[in-house]
């Protein structure tokens, strides 16, 4: 029996993927995109083609394709067709995460939270039921050439069970690629509850799996043989974890640095789980222990001197003394790192990890060494594989869903721009980016002077824990400062103060019954005024305003 | 290259050589052959030859020899053959101890208090550990090799310890002490209490807010844990009455806090109990004795010297600051004797650091225990090394120079306890992971920064 390949295509996904959501097949028109540059990526580079979309889907490719008689044609004059990009790393259309609740103390040891479930220590959560998309978020995303995202909360412990969202205006549940795709994780706690700390989160991932284990163990003897035996709990929160025991959903876990990575990889040899690392921007460092697994590689590059105490870190392994070197040094490694891990034989995607340059920063992952047809892999097809979407996603072939992206010339290539998208066959204007962005990589702030912070500011900080207000003392020095925080907590020194054009940075260590968190500042100047956040460390996030004092 | 730290030290040592030789103090005697790392092949052998070696086990054996072979003691004496081939550390006019054990250290740990419960007994340090921070290495150069990494003092039952060889350079799971008992930190008074420290605003306060009901939290974990140990055991019991062809019982669900205090009841998991008076720490061993189980050592006891002999007589070890005191109410009856006192009543004490400051020093700190109770050389020593080893349950293995242990050592440029002496090399199972020659110190980032600030000496031009 002869098939079409879009049928074929449909059986595919049918059978693969019984876990998906019903298909998005729009009404969408019939598209014969001529006379173009076809990057196909799974199977090289067509010169000079045609691909023709019908019903969302590429019913055919190739140099010598005949446009069929319906369908509306345009002439891309050589222009590149590249597969529609995907984003692993999104949150788009979920609720800002609800301040953590500071539960109570709990006395002898009872390890049972009180009441349902807590923010971050949801697995039940299913992104699916809660997806909430307004097209405003949708199009500077899609204008970027990404076509599909993959949406999980952001911050949290157990943070539920993603979805593999396309880019259409006003997307709704119904059109959702995949659901679940993972079952995702990270390494915050509950401030104030446990687990509160590093410490409890790791163990409480570690109890979590060993009560899942034995649910799975439960609900398989009682289906087996049910008189007799005591009925399995309904544990919503137990039963989300029993298919990632089982090897059923991939788990994610959210692991950026080196300690975090290895953490993840010691989990899922402990349960024997099948684990994909979101983040891994110091995968450079932990080469041994990534063999083997596969990741989400996050191309936000940290500055080293703001975030992660890098430059510190990393003097400390190579020559000592020279700060700017290491500095230099620590940026280079860290835009290394997928080359690295490409070398050292990672399966990997690459993914903007939230910053508005996604395509700049996998550029300067290949100015670090990438081979750009990799690059491209892992924007496109390896991306749409980690998704469990490599069979419907990811390159263009006959029977793929028709996510395509219009550039001219190649799209890692630095003049590339993005001129047309289509997102299940429908096609969507792009708006031009403004002309500062594009001529400086999205850099605008390098251009400006530092802003001129000098003084003494009224800060007004709005935390989980309650507000606060602190007096900031800032001595200005080029692009740095140094300076005081005073609160109610004491007064403590500024450290790592940066100024670049209106974006100040910097942090601050507090200590408190010996104990000790660093509390990392991002505020906008504006004149006399500044707004921000703040991250807390355990403690979560909070935002401030602040006014100098004339 | 995973863990270029490696380099650092040949890195900073080919700077300076490329200055002829205008070494930093060039009086010093020249370096030693560079001793490979990291693992040493199987036989590898290494000498110390002609040092003063101060066992802690056995006294001090003027001009003599250590043998090495495969990272343990292999032969101590005045009369040592170096078998050919051996890698020779000259120890002329170098004194040679036990490598030094810190037996409370928060260093590497990326948290330290679980203290949103009373019971934490399910967490452990090793899962937080960072093998880049900095404290490790300068405690390798003061000398220390093991630390017992434990839990902060936040609440009654806290997590598990790890204790850990200062493997500075290697990933942090080949840090930890293979064989090592486990152990865990317990806490008493006024930390568990919170009434000392800025209240976090809209923090709840946690039970228990008085010494009473530290007592009520252990007697009701430790009855939650013989509970959950009877139904293990009856598990297993009818696990192993279940006939061929049956379907095997399941299991009871496993509780990760339970299963360590379980760990304590059947001695399987030595308690490491922060406390400082006696009335509390006289309640902890009368716990101790009713749940059957030893307590290992008591931290910071600094009222120990009032209850010397029943501490002894629980065969508890008591881990004891030199000389810190009044630094909260609790800690004002302390006495810079405490340590010798108790020593003096047959209790096994150690002196520790509790801070990564003080740990690069802790030779100086054991030497107040000679000037403050007339503790013998010998004994002040201990207290930093075998002893402590004791405490953690590691005295088989390390804490004295002695055949057949590690080859964890520390080499002074004078004796440990003499006021100018400093650290040449630190060797853990005789691997050198710090050599003062080698290091960036100060001196050898000095003699940088003269360098930059005199561009041309190299090709001999303007001065």
Known sequence: MRLTPAARALGVAAALFPLSLHPAVAQSDTWALTNARIQTVTRGVIDKGTVVIRKGLIEAVGPAVAVPPDARVLDLGGRTLSPGLLDLTSSLGLAAPAAPTAGGGGGGGAAAPPGGPRPGLD??????????????DIKPLRDLGITAVLVAPSRGLFRGASALVPLRDSVTASDILRAPVAMHMGYQGVPGDYPGTLLGVITYQ???????????????????????????????????????????????????????????????????????LVGATEGFEALDALAGSSAVVSVNYPQPAQTTKWAYRL???????????????????IEGNAATLYKAGVRFALASGGSRDFLPNVRKAVAAGLPASVALEAVTIRAAELAGAGEILGSIEAGKIA????????????????????V?????????????????????????????????????????????????????????????????????????GQIAGRTVTWSMTLQFGGQSITLNYRGEVDGNKMTGTAELGSFGSATFTAERKP | MRYSVLLVAPLAAGTLAAQGPARPDSSRPAPPPVLSLPIPAAGTLVAITNATIITASHGTIEKGTILIRNGKIAAIGKDVAVPAGAQLIDGNGKYVMPGIIDAHSHSAGEAINEGSRSVTAQVRMQDVLREDAIGLYRELAGGVTTLNILHGSANTIGGQNAVVKIRWGLPVDSMLFAGAPPGIKFALGENVRQTNGPQIPGRQQRYPRTRMGQEEVLRDAFTRAREYQAEWKAYETAKAATKKGQLEPIPPARDLQLDALVEILEGKRLVHAHSYRADEILMLLKVAKDFGF?????????????????????????????????????????????????????VKVSINSDSDERARRLYQEAAKAMKYGGASEEEAIRMITLNAAWQLGIDKMTGSIDVGKDADLAIFNGHPFAPA???EMTLIDGRVFFDRLKAPTLESLIEMLKRRQRPNTTSGGAQ
Do not use: C
Not at chain 1, 473 to 496: K, P, R, W, Y
Not at chain 2, 299 to 314: C, N, R, T
């Open chain 1, 123 to 136: 697995p039940e959560r299913e992104v699916a039921r809660e997806l909430k998309v307004a097209p405003a």
């Open chain 1, 206 to 276: 570690r109890q979590s799996f060993y009560d899942a284990q034995r649910q799975a163990l439960l609900l398989d003897r009682y289906k087996a043989n049910p008189r007799g035996m005591a009925r399995p709990e309904n544990d919503a929160s137990l039963d989300a974890l029993v298919p990632v025991v089982r090897g059923q959903l991939p788990l994610f876990i959210d692991a950026s640095n080196e300690n975090e990575i290895r953490r993840a990889i010691r989990l899922a040899k402990e349960f024997n789980l099948k684990v994909t």
């Open chain 1, 315 to 333: 003097s400390q392994r190579r020559a000592p003394g020279d700060s700017a070197a290491s500095a230099r040094e620590a940026q280079k490694l």
């Open chain 1, 403 to 422: 996510n395509l992206v219009i550039s001219n010339g190649d799209l890692l290539s630095d003049s590339a721009r993005v001129s047309g998208v289509f």
């Open chain 1, 424 to 496: 299940d066959g429908i096609r969507y204007e792009v708006t031009p980016p403004p002309a500062a962005r594009a001529a400086g990589g999205g850099n605008a702030a390098g251009n400006l002077p530092p802003a001129q912070i000098g003084g003494s500011w009224a800060l007004n900080m709005t935390s989980p824990q309650g507000p606060m207000d602190i007096t900031m003392t800032v001595t200005q020095n080029g692009a740095s400062f140094g300076g005081t925080m005073t609160s109610m907590m004491g007064t403590n020194d500024i450290s790592e």
């Open chain 2, 294 to 346: 030893r307590v290992a050592s008591l931290q910071h006891v600094l009222e120990g010297y009032k209850i010397a002999d029943e501490i002894a007589a629980a065969g508890t070890g008591a881990s004891t600051f030199a000389d810190n005191w009044a630094y909260k109410l609790e800690a004002y009856d302390a006495i810079p004797f405490n340590a010798a006192l108790m020593a003096e009543r047959g």
């Open chain 2, 421 to 423: 002496s400093r650290v």
